[in-house]
């Protein structure tokens, strides 16, 4: 089957670090343009893609017919503009996360997305890797009986006003940066979609969150979250039954911040772990993408999925007071 020819919206250091490795080592996937006007930086990409074609301006990427699909991290402000730029020249698109910043603009992206024929999807890495898959399957299951309650945490240190995550008009901020994976983690292993968010407590910085507590009411559990760009980094997923505790202790950046680990406690005081050291969830993510547009095959995390989160978003937003 002929490999996907993908092609890099941006020099960025997310991309240069693991998603541009990540799409030249997928099987079925061959890396092979890059838009950036820096020619150091092309060279870094370069380095593990020898063969790595380079146009100075996005447009011109868009425009070459040797590229199959686009991987867009740019600033989180201009994911729409360019996601719908790469449908209607023709580009499957995978884009970073948030792929909008309001879950209205979902419309324009489904309906590009349907018009063109191509696929297009959010970066949500995690709903690739099995240790999420695991997780859905033992909640769903009934491994830790009826779920009462949810927790997460997701937290780490950025204090650099530079940055574009401590950016308002780039679309910065905790709860778009990571705050994602605490919503859609717990919506993708328990199916469920939360019916009101009765509490957010958000503390701004530069109008942009750095910290977020936040309560929400599912159909059958509760759930409890917090999210920082300014506490010590930390990460973990617990889902609580009433016979059973179910913890994910790298849910988010596994093989980064630490090896994916599921611990599963049983009533009988039966303790199973289960670990994936050597699984890139990033890989996984562009095998699949591969996959769907070479087969037709579902993709795991559709845009009406990710419509979902962002929706649970804009509730945490205005329960919070600082609408999106």
């Known amino acids: 089957m002929t490999p996907i020819r993908w092609g890099i919206l941006g020099a960025a250091h997310f991309a240069k670090e693991h998603m541009g490795p990540a799409i030249?080592?997928?099987?079925?996937a061959e890396l092979a343009a890059l838009a950036t006007s820096s020619a150091r930086k092309a060279t870094e990409f370069q380095a593990f893609a020898p063969q790595l074609r380079v146009h100075d301006s996005y447009d011109a990427l868009l425009a070459d017919p040797q590229v199959d699909a686009v991987y867009i991290p740019l600033p989180n402000h201009l994911h729409v503009e360019w996601s719908l730029k790469a449908l209607a020249a023709g580009k499957h698109v995978l884009c970073e996360k948030p792929i909008t910043l309001q879950e209205a603009d979902f419309e324009q992206l489904i309906t590009a997305r349907d018009q063109s024929g191509k696929l297009a999807a959010e970066a949500y890495m995690i709903v690739h890797h099995p240790q999420f898959i695991r997780a859905r399957e033992l909640v769903q299951g009934g491994a830790i009986g009826d779920l009462v309650h949810v927790d997460a945490t997701f937290s780490f240190f950025n204090d650099d006003t530079n940055n574009i995550r401590n950016k308002p008009e780039a679309g910065g901020g905790g709860?778009?940066?990571i705050g994602v994976y605490?919503?859609?983690?717990?919506?993708?292993?328990?199916g469920q979609e939360p019916i009101a968010v009765p509490y957010a407590k958000l503390r701004l910085e530069n109008d942009v969150d750095v910290f977020a507590q936040v309560a929400a009411d599912f159909p059958n559990f509760s759930y409890a979250a917090t999210v920082s760009m300014r506490m010590f980094p930390r990460?973990?997923?617990?889902?609580?039954?009433?016979?059973?505790?179910?913890?994910?202790?790298c849910p988010f950046n596994a093989n980064v911040f630490d090896?994916?680990?599921?611990?599963?406690?049983?009533?009988?005081?039966?303790?199973?772990?289960?670990?994936?050291?050597?699984?890139?969830?990033?890989?996984?993510?562009?095998?699949?993408?591969?996959?769907?547009?070479?087969?037709?095959?579902?993709?795991?995390?559709?845009?009406?999925?990710?419509?979902?989160?962002?929706?649970?978003?804009?509730?945490?937003?205005?329960?919070?007071?600082?609408p999106a």
Not at 182 to 190: C, E
Not at 235 to 249: A, D, P, R, S, Y
Request: proline share 3%; glycine share 10%.
């Open 235 to 249: 990460q973990e997923i617990t889902f609580h039954g009433e016979k059973g505790v179910l913890t994910l202790t």
């Open 24 to 28: 030249h080592a997928a099987a079925g």
């Open 182 to 190: 605490t919503f859609g983690a717990a919506r993708f292993v328990t």
């Open 175 to 177: 709860l778009r940066d």
């Open 259 to 322: 090896a994916a680990t599921l611990t599963l406690e049983n009533a009988d005081n039966t303790v199973t772990t289960e670990r994936w050291p050597g699984v890139n969830q990033y890989v996984l993510q562009v095998e699949n993408f591969c996959n769907s547009v070479q087969t037709g095959a579902d993709y795991p995390c559709p845009l009406e999925f990710s419509r979902g989160t962002q929706h649970m978003m804009d509730m945490v937003f205005a329960a919070g007071g600082h």
